[in-house]
């Protein structure tokens, strides 16, 4: 990466020991005040902050006054996407399993390439340059397992969650691809199914027979997870934490990308962020008495003018 | 009889006017952060903001020392003389041409309804102001100082001050308008010196000399 500048490969960040490939984002929670991943503290440098410490602006210190609640990631990655390379954002497994007439497999690509359909894995959608979605992260997610049941009312689960939030002194505001799709599942366990997916026919494979009762049935029963023999499909989140891609400097983050009425925090809520948030009811207030008052001394002002023509008028 | 007497001081008015400009830049830039306009940008607002208002610390701090070794600050001790024929002077009088009740002097330059707002605004207004701008400006570190409060409480209650001033500012500026023309409070405001009606009719004997 960065060829002509710093020229880094993965290595430089991913540093290995005995075989132990660094990474911190799911199993281990971002580095925060008590845990920062300098080299002294764990021997490996996996974070931002392992390299550029916590007060990393050196011509803005306000800028500095952000680190405790907001990743650098946020500012530092506008948009992930980029360059060209399209990053997929929607997978439909429901749709799977169609075939044209001639019992061909079906499939769809747009003008760049892109898989649009195909009849082994159904439908799919892709993004180029995409803005991510935020949310409040303390380094580590919770994650809906095969034996988790699916709370009756719940039209989409989340394949893994967020923990973390404003009062967290461990968390802060971190950037996300959501990958969203449709996944199988058992509507009367309420549970997500596991296929057995690649396979010959006869196998009960899903993609040898395109039978979704039959692959779950094979899957479930090696998983040893009940299933009740129907399957139904439900809409699925998964957090994919962005931390790849950082843009250069000029184009990190400007305060009003945040800190505005509508801005990319618009649906973070639970804390006070100036220039997003105010009291409605104050404003309304306030500036109504500041009309009133203007109206009060404008009338003051005229009945003075016209009074002290009149004075003049008469003593002429 | 009118007098020209020289009300205030070099350093006063000093202060009157870099305080003036620095409330009056603080509003501007405070609504910008609040996102009630958009003119300097957030980033330029926001730090300029805080300059400001570093700013107008240290020369409260040199104001409170100067009304102290003074003596100025006598000129805002409370009164209630008076105060209804003020007020029905400003509300009736001043439209019949009648002359203002209240006689400047230099031992007493302001009148009670005067001395009343502006101490209003030195002990309640300014001081919950700047105070909940410098707690504002540290909130980062209000965990080191085991205080765990929200952003909301300081945040609303500097808004809500802000609009106050803001208030304090129009009726202070119409207020100015006042005098015997349009702008000799501010001429005086600027020039130190002031003609004042000293009460003493013409004819008689005037006892100050």
């Known amino acids: ?316 | 009889m009118k007098v020209r007497l020289n009300l205030y001081t070099r350093f006063e008015r000093f202060w009157h006017w870099f305080q003036a400009f620095l409330i009056i830049f603080l509003l501007v830039t405070g609504f910008e952060v609040h996102g009630s306009c958009k003119i300097f940008g957030y980033a330029n607002a926001c730090s300029w903001h805080n300059l400001a208002g570093m700013t107008l610390l240290v020369l409260t701090a040199f104001a409170i020392f100067w009304h102290l070794t003074t003596g100025q600050w006598r000129h805002y001790r409370p009164s209630f003389e008076n105060i209804q024929k003020i007020i029905a002077y400003y509300l009736v009088g001043i439209m019949r041409g009648e002359h203002h009740p209240f006689h400047k002097s230099e031992e007493c330059k302001l009148n009670p309804l005067q001395a009343l707002s502006y101490l209003f605004l030195k002990v309640v207004l300014m001081p919950l102001q700047l105070g909940s701008g410098l707690l504002y400006y540290y909130y980062n570190d209000w965990l080191n100082w085991g205080w765990a409060a929200r952003l909301d409480g300081v945040a609303f209650l500097h808004t809500a001050m802000a609009f106050a001033v803001l208030l304090f500012l129009a009726v202070h500026i119409y207020m100015s308008t006042t005098g015997g023309t349009l702008f000799s409070y501010t001429q005086s405001m600027i020039t130190g010196w002031e003609e004042v009606d000293n009460g003493i009719m013409n004819e008689e004997k005037s006892p100050i000399r």
Not at chain 1, 10 to 23: D, E, L, N, P, R
Not at chain 1, 162 to 176: C, S, W
Request: with cysteine.
């Open chain 1, 1 to 316: 990466m960065d060829v002509k500048g710093l020229n880094y490969s993965c290595t430089s960040c991913h540093v290995t020991k005995a075989h132990q490939i660094s990474g911190r984002c799911y199993s281990q929670p971002a580095p925060n005040k008590h845990q920062l991943a300098l080299p002294k503290d764990d021997g490996e440098r996996l974070a931002c902050e392992s390299c550029h410490s916590r007060s990393p602006h050196k011509k803005a210190e306000l800028l500095n006054h952000h680190t405790d609640k907001v990743a650098c990631q946020t500012c530092h990655i506008p948009s992930y996407a980029r360059g060209g390379v399209f990053t997929k954002m929607w997978w439909d497994w429901s749709t799977a399993g169609k075939f044209d007439e001639t019992g061909k497999a079906i499939v769809k690509k747009d003008e760049y390439g892109n898989l649009l359909f195909h009849s082994k894995k159904g439908d799919m959608g892709w993004a180029l340059d995409v803005e991510p979605e935020y949310g409040w992260y303390n380094g580590s997610m919770s994650y809906f397992r095969a034996s988790d049941k699916i709370p009756q009312g719940i039209e989409k689960i989340e394949i893994n969650s967020l923990k973390g939030d404003y009062e967290d002194p461990k968390a802060r505001i971190f950037p996300f691809k959501i990958m969203r799709g449709k996944q199988p599942y058992d509507p009367e366990n309420r549970t997500l199914v596991i296929p057995y997916l690649a396979g010959k026919k006869g196998t009960g494979a899903y993609w040898g027979e395109y039978d979704w009762q039959k692959a779950a049935a094979v899957g479930m029963r090696e998983a040893g997870l009940p299933f009740s023999g129907k399957v139904d499909f439900i809409e699925s989140d998964m957090y994919w934490p962005i931390t790849h891609m950082v843009a250069p400097k000029e184009q990190a983050l400007s305060c009003e990308a945040c800190h505005s009425r509508n801005g990319r925090l618009a649906n973070l809520d639970g804390f006070y962020l100036p220039g997003r948030d105010r009291w409605p009811w104050l404003d309304r207030l306030a500036w109504m008495a500041l009309g009133l008052t203007l109206l009060g001394l404008l009338l003051h002002g005229g009945l003075r003018f016209i009074s002290s023509g009149r004075k003049k008028g008469g003593q002429s």
